[in-house]
């Protein structure tokens, strides 16, 4: 077994084990104060029974010397604890502690009525110490200790047992030692399913690291196509690793269409609905109405035998401006769209259309756009950094209309989010007609 310690005191380790498939590597994290908590539980309990012997008649103190060297043992085991605890480096040396303690028993034994003592089955704990660590040599070790326990009085006092004593401490031995090797199986099959769920783990983090990688690929980087007269920026901020928020934007024949949609949900599949609906919007680049885009997303995503999208839908504001500021739109069920003009007034984009997934037509309205006006599009995840509550959006477009610039909204949202955590995804897309 190789261990390392970092300087935050957790001791990470690594053995091979054998099981029925062949090796398999197990790895496992330990932190440094561990022992400091194992080694006062056994300190409580030597210290409190040699406490006890002298305070209650019914038991015997045989030999009061050794009996309080015990203590000393445990209390020297405990200060031990501390240093590990305090420099985590100390802890390879952690079964010194329940060595010691096996020692402490074996004289606390011989100090409260020898054979007749109550207090061996303390024994117990150090035992069990030693027998979760990885490796059989683990069942050796509380099996020398637990044989060197029982033996230590026949050591300080060398006289022939009865056959009955030895019988009993075989008996003993084989308990103790029975109930490390079953400490140590359980302790051997809790690392097995520990490094299976490990494994599956890192394939899975891998797989959704991958699937935001993608994501964020798909999300426009440049505004290089796009009229002159057109500026667009945004951000999409998830809340997991994978969102269910988008934006979008590509030229057309006559200007530029820009997309915003929210998935209901989150996570991968979320994400992955997220991805259709903005490629089935995109294959509609040589469609002028933009309704025709959000009915092709809907029929899309209706085809076929999967319950990918079952119970599932997309709230989507798409929008088609024209070089010449005329701008067609369709709000699916949205309503988080609004248009700043250049005087700073505020205007809702919204319509009565029913979501991609629930509703079925879907109808565009127009808008002119004058120069210096800014078309705001966000998911509902904004919201919350404006409240949450039934007048959110209220102060989201009073916050809107203080700000004159696509760039600046972007940002000031960013920063928003960046300020604290935020259950739901951040998204903002900004289009700016600048002729």
Not at 359 to 385: I, K, Y
Request: proline content about 5%; aromatic content about 6%; overall charge negative.
């Amino acid at each position: 077994m190789t261990s390392t310690t970092d300087r935050n005191g957790v001791t990470s380790w690594t053995t091979s084990v054998r099981d029925d498939t062949g090796p398999i590597v197990l790895t496992g994290v330990r932190a440094s104060w561990e022992p400091l908590v194992k080694q006062t539980v056994v300190a409580v309990l030597v210290v409190g029974a040699a406490v006890a012997s002298v305070l209650t008649p019914w038991l015997e103190v045989t030999d009061a010397p050794l009996m309080w060297a015990a203590v000393g043992l445990v209390l020297v085991g405990l200060l031990g604890g501390g240093l590990m605890a305090r420099w985590p480096a100390v802890t390879r040396v952690e079964l010194v502690l329940p060595a010691l303690d096996f020692l402490a028993v074996g004289l606390l034994r011989y100090g409260t009525g020898e054979a007749r003592s109550v207090f061996l089955a303390i024994v117990v704990l150090p035992v069990i110490w030693m027998a979760t660590n990885p490796g059989r040599r683990h069942v050796v070790y509380p099996l020398l200790g637990t044989a060197a326990t029982l033996l230590l009085p026949y050591v300080l006092d060398p006289e022939a047992p009865q056959p009955s004593e030895l019988v009993r401490l075989v008996v003993a031995l084989l308990v103790y030692a029975a109930a490390a090797a079953v400490t140590n199986e359980l302790a051997r099959r809790a690392d097995l399913q520990l490094s299976a769920v490990q494994r599956k783990r890192r394939v899975a983090e891998g797989e959704i690291d991958r699937a935001a990688l993608v994501q964020r690929s798909l999300l426009p980087t440049t505004t290089a196509g796009l009229p002159d007269e057109l500026r667009a920026v945004g951000v999409c901020l998830p809340s997991r690793t994978v969102g269910g928020d988008f934006y979008d934007w590509f030229p057309t024949g006559e200007g530029a269409a820009f997309t915003l949609g929210d998935v209901m949900g989150k996570g991968v599949g979320a994400g992955m609905i997220a991805a259709a609906v903005r490629s089935l919007i995109r294959s509609t680049v040589d469609e002028t109405d933009p309704a025709v885009a959000v009915r092709r997303a809907a029929s899309g995503l209706a085809t076929g035998g999967s319950d990918l999208t079952s119970g599932q839908f997309t709230t989507c504001f798409h929008i088609r401006v024209d070089r010449d500021g005329h701008a067609r739109w369709v709000d699916a069920g949205h309503g988080l769209t609004v248009l700043r003009r250049a005087g700073g007034s505020v205007h809702p984009l919204r319509a009565g259309h029913l979501p991609i997934g629930v509703g079925t037509m879907w109808t565009a309205d127009t808008t002119s756009l004058d120069p210096g006006d800014v078309v705001v599009a966000v998911s509902d995840g904004v919201l919350d950094l404006f409240g949450g509550d039934l007048d959110a959006l209220d102060r989201f477009e009073t916050w809107v209309a203080s700000r004159s610039h696509a760039q600046e909204i972007v940002d000031g949202i960013a920063e928003l989010a960046a300020s604290g955590d935020h259950p739901d995804d951040v998204t903002v897309l900004c289009v700016a007609y600048r002729p």
